[in-house]
Protein backbone atom coordinates (compact mmCIF):
# COMPACT_ATOMS: atom_id res chain seq x y z
CA UNK A 1 0.00 0.00 0.00
CA UNK A 2 2.80 2.42 0.84
CA UNK A 3 4.42 2.25 -3.26
CA UNK A 4 1.14 3.64 -4.24
CA UNK A 5 1.66 7.12 -2.95
CA UNK A 6 5.29 6.95 -3.44
CA UNK A 7 4.76 6.00 -7.45
CA UNK A 8 2.17 8.71 -7.41
CA UNK A 9 4.28 11.46 -6.29
CA UNK A 10 6.97 10.43 -8.66
CA UNK A 11 4.89 10.12 -11.55
CA UNK A 12 3.71 13.85 -11.25
CA UNK A 13 7.00 14.95 -10.74
CA UNK A 14 8.10 13.20 -13.64
CA UNK A 15 5.10 14.58 -15.79
CA UNK A 16 5.85 18.51 -14.96
CA UNK A 17 9.24 18.16 -14.94
CA UNK A 18 9.59 18.72 -19.33
CA UNK A 19 7.34 21.62 -18.45
CA UNK A 20 9.52 23.13 -16.00
CA UNK A 21 12.57 22.60 -18.45
CA UNK A 22 10.77 24.91 -20.82
CA UNK A 23 10.06 27.69 -18.63
CA UNK A 24 11.50 30.96 -19.46
CA UNK A 25 12.39 29.47 -23.50
CA UNK A 26 9.11 30.26 -25.33
CA UNK A 27 8.43 32.49 -27.97
CA UNK A 28 6.99 34.90 -25.63
CA UNK A 29 9.65 34.64 -22.73
CA UNK A 30 11.94 35.58 -25.17
CA UNK A 31 10.26 38.36 -26.58
CA UNK A 32 8.64 40.01 -23.40
CA UNK A 33 12.87 40.36 -22.24
CA UNK A 34 13.77 41.42 -25.48
CA UNK A 35 10.14 44.13 -25.59
CA UNK A 36 10.26 45.16 -22.08
CA UNK A 37 14.09 46.99 -23.17
CA UNK A 38 13.15 47.96 -26.50
CA UNK A 39 9.84 49.86 -24.60
CA UNK A 40 12.21 51.41 -21.97
CA UNK A 41 14.29 53.26 -24.92
CA UNK A 42 11.27 53.97 -27.12
CA UNK A 43 11.42 51.62 -29.98
CA UNK A 44 8.50 49.29 -31.55
CA UNK A 45 8.19 45.44 -30.38
CA UNK A 46 9.58 43.06 -31.94
CA UNK A 47 7.32 40.24 -33.58
CA UNK A 48 8.53 36.35 -33.27
CA UNK A 49 9.11 35.00 -36.27
CA UNK A 50 8.73 30.80 -36.62
CA UNK A 51 11.03 30.93 -39.77
CA UNK A 52 14.05 32.59 -37.78
CA UNK A 53 13.30 30.53 -34.77
CA UNK A 54 13.75 27.70 -37.75
CA UNK A 55 17.17 29.40 -38.86
CA UNK A 56 18.84 29.08 -35.27
CA UNK A 57 17.35 25.82 -34.44
CA UNK A 58 19.04 24.51 -37.39
CA UNK A 59 22.60 26.48 -36.94
CA UNK A 60 22.20 25.35 -32.95
CA UNK A 61 21.77 22.01 -33.69
CA UNK A 62 25.38 21.49 -35.93
CA UNK A 63 26.73 22.76 -32.58
CA UNK A 64 25.70 20.18 -29.83
CA UNK A 65 28.73 18.05 -29.96
CA UNK A 66 31.33 21.02 -29.72
CA UNK A 67 28.96 23.54 -27.80
CA UNK A 68 30.90 26.57 -30.08
CA UNK A 69 34.09 25.58 -29.13
CA UNK A 70 35.28 25.69 -32.31
CA UNK A 71 34.96 28.19 -34.80
CA UNK A 72 32.49 28.38 -36.88
CA UNK A 73 31.01 30.08 -39.80
CA UNK A 74 27.13 31.53 -39.97
CA UNK A 75 25.98 32.34 -43.56
CA UNK A 76 22.88 33.60 -42.57
CA UNK A 77 22.08 36.72 -43.70
CA UNK A 78 20.65 37.82 -40.33
CA UNK A 79 21.71 39.08 -38.03
CA UNK A 80 22.80 37.39 -34.22
CA UNK A 81 22.67 37.35 -30.46
CA UNK A 82 24.76 34.46 -28.96
CA UNK A 83 25.36 33.03 -25.59
CA UNK A 84 27.20 29.81 -24.36
CA UNK A 85 27.37 28.91 -20.61
CA UNK A 86 29.83 27.18 -19.21
CA UNK A 87 29.00 23.21 -18.16
CA UNK A 88 27.81 24.50 -14.62
CA UNK A 89 25.22 26.37 -15.40
CA UNK A 90 21.55 25.79 -17.26
CA UNK A 91 20.88 28.76 -18.91
CA UNK A 92 17.56 29.65 -20.17
CA UNK A 93 16.41 31.89 -23.25
CA UNK A 94 15.70 34.79 -20.42
CA UNK A 95 19.13 34.45 -18.91
CA UNK A 96 20.81 35.12 -22.40
CA UNK A 97 18.43 38.23 -23.15
CA UNK A 98 18.94 39.58 -19.74
CA UNK A 99 22.77 39.12 -20.28
CA UNK A 100 22.77 41.10 -23.72
CA UNK A 101 20.44 43.48 -22.14
CA UNK A 102 22.91 44.45 -19.16
CA UNK A 103 25.57 45.15 -22.01
CA UNK A 104 23.76 48.60 -21.51
CA UNK A 105 26.59 49.89 -19.45
CA UNK A 106 29.04 49.11 -21.85
CA UNK A 107 27.04 51.62 -23.97
CA UNK A 108 27.14 55.40 -25.19
CA UNK A 109 24.62 56.67 -26.99
CA UNK A 110 26.38 59.99 -27.50
CA UNK A 111 29.21 58.87 -29.16
CA UNK A 112 26.74 55.36 -30.80
CA UNK A 113 30.12 53.18 -29.66
CA UNK A 114 30.81 50.97 -27.11
CA UNK A 115 32.46 52.91 -24.06
CA UNK A 116 36.38 51.80 -24.71
CA UNK A 117 36.29 51.12 -27.85
CA UNK A 118 35.47 47.28 -26.85
CA UNK A 119 32.32 45.45 -28.75
CA UNK A 120 30.81 44.37 -25.48
CA UNK A 121 28.04 46.85 -26.58
CA UNK A 122 26.67 45.28 -29.36
CA UNK A 123 24.28 42.16 -28.18
CA UNK A 124 22.86 44.97 -26.23
CA UNK A 125 22.83 47.50 -29.11
CA UNK A 126 20.79 44.82 -31.21
CA UNK A 127 18.32 43.66 -28.70
CA UNK A 128 16.60 47.46 -28.95
CA UNK A 129 17.97 48.31 -33.15
CA UNK A 130 14.91 50.11 -34.22
CA UNK A 131 16.01 48.49 -38.03
CA UNK A 132 14.78 45.18 -36.78
CA UNK A 133 11.37 43.87 -36.65
CA UNK A 134 11.19 40.35 -36.01
CA UNK A 135 12.53 37.82 -33.86
CA UNK A 136 13.49 33.96 -33.59
CA UNK A 137 15.80 32.30 -31.03
CA UNK A 138 16.53 28.50 -30.24
CA UNK A 139 18.23 27.01 -27.19
CA UNK A 140 20.21 23.91 -27.27
CA UNK A 141 22.07 22.15 -24.07
CA UNK A 142 25.00 20.94 -25.21
CA UNK A 143 25.74 16.45 -25.01
CA UNK A 144 28.46 15.78 -22.10
CA UNK A 145 27.35 18.58 -19.60
CA UNK A 146 29.20 20.52 -22.03
CA UNK A 147 26.77 23.90 -21.35
CA UNK A 148 23.82 25.48 -23.09
CA UNK A 149 23.76 27.82 -26.35
CA UNK A 150 20.94 30.71 -26.59
CA UNK A 151 21.32 32.29 -30.14
CA UNK A 152 18.63 34.85 -31.39
CA UNK A 153 18.41 36.14 -34.88
CA UNK A 154 17.44 39.59 -35.99
CA UNK A 155 15.28 40.80 -39.36
CA UNK A 156 16.14 42.87 -40.88
CA UNK A 157 19.75 42.98 -39.59
CA UNK A 158 20.19 45.58 -36.86
CA UNK A 159 23.31 47.18 -35.07
CA UNK A 160 23.75 50.04 -37.86
CA UNK A 161 23.32 53.70 -36.87
CA UNK A 162 22.07 54.70 -34.11
CA UNK A 163 19.83 51.83 -32.31
CA UNK A 164 17.12 54.17 -30.94
Known amino acids: MRKLPILAVLTSFVSILPLCLLAQNSPQD ?7 ERTRVGVKPLVWDSVLESHANNFLSKHIEDC ?16 TSGSTKTLTGEDAVAWWV ?3 QNYDYESNSCIDGTLRCLTYT ?4 KASIYLG ?3 VE ?7 IVMC ?8 GHPY
Not at 68 to 83: A, C, G, K, Q, W
Not at 126 to 129: A, C, E, I, P
Not at 142 to 148: L, Q, V
Open 68 to 83: MRVRYIDPSPFTRNML
Open 126 to 129: QVVS
Open 30 to 36: YLRVHND
Open 102 to 104: AQK
Open 137 to 139: CAR
Open 142 to 148: CNNNGGT
Open 153 to 160: YYDPPGNH
